[in-house]
């Protein structure tokens, strides 16, 4: 394996880092055609040539999308030879996780990641899709930050502003039924077919398209089509107060007790004196305390 690398600057095109993190911020989708040099490093590498190598090299499971529902929501798990034989009867199939196989990988996500400033508890992963031309994903959103890298055949993307919910932290796919927590904090309906106000985008070796967190977007290869994913999924700060929280009151004994809810009230005024103390201690806290526990914790 080559030693170069890629890094948050091999994604982001033209823009600088400071431009790129105003379009994240924004939830701006941008694309960038053309990094084929740029990237040669991850696109050179053998077993990303072609599906078949990819399947030779492979270890594990393939997903294999139900053609009827055409999204992760619905996916089988099968052999690599067996995905080889879908993909050529014209299903898509999804090799997850693909940063397990190659530790370098593992070593660019994570140098994207602090580029960026995403947490140290943000889930980052590497997807190849292989999309059979005519094929492609239902219209959904994701919680996640995706660059996707094509590595081979054309690909057309339509992205939509998502003028239901902003910062969703479930995935939703259009005419699929809505998640029950994001059902509760989405004061809209989600619409019934992707948004018409779209913007197509064609992607070709070596193009790169940004979609961030809760874009609307679906795809239809237009011919056969390999795509690489760098999958960011940062914590949101409720997961950072949460798990900090958690990791504070684990100190404590009485907090670590069996919750047992007692009718007569008895646990409940033990409760209510945790929670009194608690709120006491919170004035007290500030974004370095709790950051002091989530971050630099890597050696
Ligand atoms: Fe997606």
Known sequence: MSNTEINLQSLIGDNTKEEFLKLLE????????????????????????????????????????NPQVADEISKTSVSPEDAINEYYCGNCILFND????????????????????????????????????????????????????????????????????????????????????????ADKEFPEAFPADCIEYILEPGSILFVPRGVWHMTEAVTD?????????PPTWIDIATAVIREKLSHSEKWRESAIIDDNGVSNSEFNELLKDLSADVKNWNAVNFLDVTENQEL
């Open 98 to 185: 693909v940063n397990r196989m190659i530790p370098e990988f593992d070593m660019w996500n994570q140098k994207i990641r602090k580029e960026i400033g995403f947490s140290e508890l943000t889930y980052v992963r590497n997807l190849v899709y292989a999309s059979p031309a005519g094929k492609g994903n239902a219209p959904h959103f994701d919680q996640n930050f995706n660059f996707v890298v094509q590595l081979e055949g054309t690909k057309k993307w339509w992205l939509a502003e998502n003028k239901t919910i902003n910062n969703p932290m479930t995935r939703h796919v259009i005419g699929h039924p809505v998640d029950h927590e994001l059902a509760g904090y």
């Open 26 to 65: 924004s939830q701006t989708p941008f694309v960038s055609h053309g990094n084929t040099e740029s990237l040669k490093d991850l696109m050179g590498l053998p077993f990303l040539k072609s599906v078949e190598n990819l399947a030779a090299y492979w270890q594990d499971t393939v997903d294999v999308f």
């Open 225 to 233: 089509a390999v795509s690489f994913n760098f999958t960011f999924t």
